[in-house]
């Protein structure tokens, strides 16, 4: 009960009778983190990093929460505990410390960013934070400064140039950065027992179509007591921070989370085995490359062999550097592949003003006032880019979505640009594919891949999505594995893989 009596004694707790209820409140963050690096390495600045020492139990709480004193402590009758504090665990602790740190910032000379509130930016020193909870990540010609400020106000631990961040490792090659989460991939192989399977060359067969489940192939899979969310909760990860090349298969998995069967095992287990020779497998940010953001966008109209939904794929580049993409599934049916490919249009196109608004917003920069959109369908441009309302039969359901594209359109702050579907580089985001187009579109993405083994396997000349072993002659097949796993699951049962 020590704990209790030291938190008495620093005002973080008081002891009181209960006599209202309390509210809770919750804060959410965004990640444009990969902006920031890219602007970093562009302009030759520095990536420092920091943390504030028990940041939440330095902010004052508005609202009245109480405590149940723990078993033990003791106390009178009907006494309860007063939190005064922020502690860890509090639903409303992220906002207070928040709206600690912002207006501490504000003081010194920051400005806030409207486009994401986790940004923060000094125009007189030209420096940019990125707050994520207590970590502050510092992009800065001299960081000794805002370190210094940092120091009059909190206890901080401040780590110097940055190593690895949000579990991103940053390598500094010669021309720029790396980032990549092999350590990461590492630990969840080793936690999901999967090192020890060959590796595959591409993340998803691309001869295959998931598809629901039946009965039997879930009653399957559920002998196997596999925590199915937490596969591909992991593989998810990856795919929103790193790993481009999988978020069509982790889209595509995520689609089956409530009731996964063997099917979907083996292929989320594909996907591991994908990674496994390729854990180094990162995005290259290069220093001295100057382009305007550029936005790619595809769709695969009606794959979806359960709903006949369409998938949408998009992906945002500045300066070569791959700084936001998506992979999803659409929320309707559409009637032609135009419609499938003018709803990826719409999208992107979001997310393309976004981007703009906030890289105006934070870089105090009006040159960059459009974004280039690619797209291989010739239909959804004209549509888009049409000065007639209403343009028949086949489209007249669409008109929200034509005002919205077309006032983009209108007001220059985008402009399409067709490019054929050879050329598109997000195409494996709508769709699995092989190796060969996996490959090409991470080159021409400026990808980096480090490791030998993943070199190798993109020279391969192996078609579709062959099975591999690279030195373990004697390693153990997967198919086998899951079988002998429902086999010993229930060793009643004649079970058959499907």
């Given at each position: 009960m020590l704990t209790v009596s030291l938190a008495i004694s620093n005002a973080t707790l008081t002891l009181i009778k209960l006599t209202l209820r309390c509210a809770n409140a919750t804060c959410s963050v965004a990640y444009p983190l990969l902006l920031l690096l890219s602007h970093a390495v562009s302009n030759q600045l520095l990536i420092h990093q920091l943390n504030v020492k028990s940041a939440f139990l330095t902010c004052d709480l508005e609202e009245k929460v109480y405590l149940t004193p723990p078993a033990g402590y003791r106390t009178g009758a009907n006494i309860y505990l007063a939190l005064n504090k922020a502690i860890y665990g509090l639903k409303q602790a992220s906002l207070a410390w928040y709206?600690?740190?912002?207006?501490?910032?504000?003081?010194?000379?920051?400005?806030?960013?409207?486009?994401?509130?986790?940004?923060?930016?000094?125009?007189?020193?030209?420096?940019?934070?990125?707050?994520?909870?207590?970590?502050?990540?510092?992009?800065?010609?001299?960081?000794?400064?805002?370190?210094?400020?940092?120091?009059?106000?909190?206890?901080?631990?401040?780590?110097?140039?940055?190593?690895?961040?949000?579990?991103?490792?940053?390598?500094?090659?010669?021309?720029?950065?790396?980032?990549?989460?092999?350590?990461?991939?590492?630990?969840?192989?080793?936690?999901?027992?999967?090192?020890?399977?060959?590796?595959?060359?591409?993340?998803?067969?691309?001869?295959?179509?998931?598809?629901?489940?039946?009965?039997?192939?879930?009653?399957?899979?559920?002998?196997?007591?596999?925590?199915?969310?937490?596969?591909?909760?992991?593989?998810?990860?990856?795919?929103?921070?790193?790993?481009?090349?999988?978020?069509?298969?982790?889209?595509?998995?995520?689609?089956?989370?409530?009731?996964?069967?063997?099917?979907?095992?083996?292929?989320?287990?594909?996907?591991?085995?994908?990674?496994?020779?390729?854990?180094?497998?990162?995005?290259?940010?290069?220093?001295?490359?100057?382009?305007?953001?550029?936005?790619?966008?595809?769709a695969d109209w009606g794959n979806c062999p359960d709903t006949r939904r369409s998938h949408t794929g998009y992906l945002a580049t500045l300066n070569h550097h791959i700084i936001s993409w998506k992979s999803s599934k659409q929320c309707t049916v559409l009637l032609s592949s135009t419609e499938a490919e003018y709803k990826a249009l719409l999208d992107a196109g979001k997310e393309a003003s976004w981007l703009i608004n906030l890289y105006q917003e934070i870089f105090s920069d009006n040159v960059v006032k459009t974004v280039t959109i690619e797209i291989d369908n010739r239909g959804a441009i004209d549509l888009a880019c049409s000065q007639v309302s209403q343009n028949g039969f086949c489209t007249?359901?669409?008109?929200?979505?034509?005002?919205?594209?077309?006032?983009?359109?209108?007001?220059?702050?985008?402009?399409?640009?067709?490019?054929?579907?050879?050329?598109?580089?997000?195409?494996?985001?709508?769709?699995?594919?092989?190796?060969?187009?996996?490959?090409?579109?991470?080159?021409?993405?400026?990808?980096?891949?480090?490791?030998?083994?993943?070199?190798?396997?993109?020279?391969?000349?192996?078609?579709?999505?062959?099975?591999?072993?690279?030195?373990?002659?004697?390693?153990?097949?997967?198919d086998d594995f899951i079988a002998d796993a429902i086999n010993q699951a229930s060793p009643d049962q004649d079970t058959v893989l499907p």
């Open positions: 709206n600690r740190l912002s207006s501490f910032l504000v003081k010194i000379g920051f400005s806030v960013s409207i486009a994401n509130p986790c940004v923060f930016w000094r125009a007189e020193d030209l420096t940019w934070i990125f707050a994520h909870v207590e970590n502050l990540i510092l992009f800065s010609k001299h960081p000794t400064v805002f370190v210094e400020q940092m120091l009059s106000e909190f206890q901080i631990k401040y780590m110097g140039e940055a190593s690895f961040l949000l579990g991103i490792k940053l390598d500094r090659v010669e021309n720029g950065l790396v980032l990549h989460q092999d350590q990461y991939i590492k630990r969840k192989l080793t936690e999901f027992n999967l090192a020890q399977f060959p590796p595959a060359i591409c993340p998803i067969d691309p001869k295959s179509h998931l598809q629901g489940a039946t009965p039997n192939e879930i009653y399957q899979f559920a002998s196997l007591s596999v925590n199915y969310r937490a596969l591909i909760g992991s593989l998810n990860y990856l795919s929103i921070l790193t790993r481009t090349d999988i978020s069509y298969s982790v889209s595509k998995l995520s689609q089956y989370l409530e009731r996964p069967g063997i099917m979907h095992y083996r292929a989320a287990i594909q996907v591991f085995r994908y990674l496994q020779n390729t854990k180094q497998l990162g995005l290259l940010f290069s220093d001295g490359q100057s382009e305007p953001l550029v936005v790619l966008v595809d007249k359901h669409m008109d929200l979505c034509l005002h919205f594209i077309r006032n983009l359109v209108k007001t220059k702050l985008i402009t399409l640009k067709y490019v054929p579907s050879a050329n598109n580089c997000s195409d494996f985001l709508t769709k699995p594919v092989g190796r060969s187009v996996i490959t090409r579109s991470l080159w021409s993405l400026n990808s980096s891949s480090l490791s030998n083994c993943a070199s190798h396997l993109a020279a391969l000349s192996i078609g579709a999505c062959q099975d591999i072993v690279m030195g373990t002659p004697n390693a153990p097949n997967y």
